[in-house]
């Protein structure tokens, strides 16, 4: 252990001042097990640091294929490891100078003992919850209905939320919110995803007792719905389709169900895409018109995210393309974007996009990094900045 009289000989040779320097002298020892190999250092936000303070854990998540993420209670980050060329030591009871008594006049040494020490650390920045793979994993074993004639209902590939938080890179709350936009619901404590079909069958069933008892589309009674198709299909799933379809609300003690038109008319349209690989445009408008509950009106405006119009073949068409179909990664988004048309306008590529941007971020900075701009006929268009490869 060095002295203070050895402290004050080395500033004398480093030719140092001790009075610009702090009161209290820390001299640094290195125990006998210090390993590099026993810890990790991981830099946190005030937001983190608050989480870890009042309790709660963070969770890391990923497959071994996958590159691992950080989960708070609602937050999805990224984990990048960090070199730094100055080594950080872990010194246990080691203070700051903020720490230490201000009121110290008098120079003296303090010792403290290195644990461990470390030249990178990991840092943690917050991205997209990475989702796409949930719909993947649920499509498994999509649900199609109750088992008929008391056959066994196959419960393989199906999964408790534990299950999909093991496998879903995402906090728990974002995992909940994607659960309720796909319409997958919990069955026997299993969260299940419909059949296409299935889920178009109980749509149809609401929207034809709507249509034959004279009802307003914004206002759907839930019991006398259940009554009514109970026969059919079972209540919970009449009660998940609407809940789908439509937004809950009470009046005079009852409760009632508003059917969202643009919903309603997006999936009907993608029912009629999902026939064919290309529409004539003008014949697809009139037949989705037709398809959709009277008091309904359809508009293109309903498919951004889930159908791409071709204004330039003659005639127009239209082809089924959802969004949830499409990379994760936004490299990989933009060039299968780039196969499928050579050129898009913004107005076209924004929907197909717009799900990669992070805090902060608009869909102008992404097509500025990984797209260029040009004009044609007067409008501005983006392709890809790197040749692609089909």
Avoid at 107 to 130: C, D, I, L, M
Avoid at 280 to 292: G, K
Wanted: include cysteine; glycine fraction near 4%.
């Amino acid at each position: 252990m060095r002295t203070l009289e050895e402290v004050q000989a080395t500033l004398e040779i480093a030719k140092l001042k001790a009075e610009d320097l702090q009161k209290t002298i820390q001299c640094l020892s290195f125990g006998e097990n210090v390993s590099s190999a026993d810890y990790c250092l991981m830099e946190l936000d005030n937001t983190l640091c608050k989480h870890i303070e009042a309790g709660n854990s963070l969770v890391i998540r990923g497959d071994k294929d996958e590159h691992a993420v950080l989960c708070s209670g609602d937050k999805t980050y990224d984990l990048k490891i960090a070199d730094t060329s100055n080594l950080l030591l872990f010194l246990p009871g080691c203070k700051t100078p903020e720490q230490l008594s201000s009121s110290q006049d008098v120079t003296h040494v303090v010792h403290a003992q290195v644990w461990g020490f470390s030249n990178s650390y990991w840092e943690v920045k917050r991205q997209r919850p990475k989702v796409k793979k949930l719909m993947r994993v649920l499509r498994e074993n999509p649900y199609t209905g109750p088992p008929l004639g008391g056959q066994q209902e196959n419960t393989e590939n199906t999964y408790t939320m534990d299950d999909l938080l093991e496998k879903i890179q995402a906090s728990e709350e974002e995992l909940k919110n994607h659960l309720k936009t796909i319409h997958a619901c919990q069955i026997n404590g299993r969260w299940r995803v419909l059949d296409f079909d299935y889920e178009m069958k109980l749509l149809g069933h609401v929207t034809q007792l709507v249509d034959s008892e004279s009802w307003a589309i914004d206002k759907v009674p839930l019991e006398t719905s259940l009554e009514e198709l109970s026969p059919l299909e079972p209540r919970e799933m009449i009660e998940h389709c609407l809940n789908c379809y439509g937004t809950r609300y009470n009046e005079d003690d009852k409760v009632f169900y508003a059917l969202d038109e643009a919903k309603v008319c997006r999936v009907t349209a993608v029912m009629l895409l999902k026939n064919a690989s290309k529409f004539n445009l003008m014949e697809f408008q009139e037949v989705w018109q037709q398809s959709v509950p009277d008091g309904m009106s359809t508009s293109l405006d309903q498919l951004k995210s889930v159908a791409l119009v071709d204004c330039t073949s003659r005639p127009e068409t239209i082809c089924l393309l959802q969004v949830e179909d499409l990379p994760e990664n936004t490299l990989e988004r933009f060039n299968h974007l780039f196969t499928l048309r050579e050129k898009w306008t913004e107005e076209d590529i924004t929907p197909y996009i717009a799900d990669l941007c992070g805090e902060k971020q608009t869909t102008g900075a992404l097509l500025t990094k990984y797209a260029r701009s040009s004009m044609q006929h007067g409008v501005k268009v983006f392709n890809s900045r790197r040749p692609i490869v089909t």
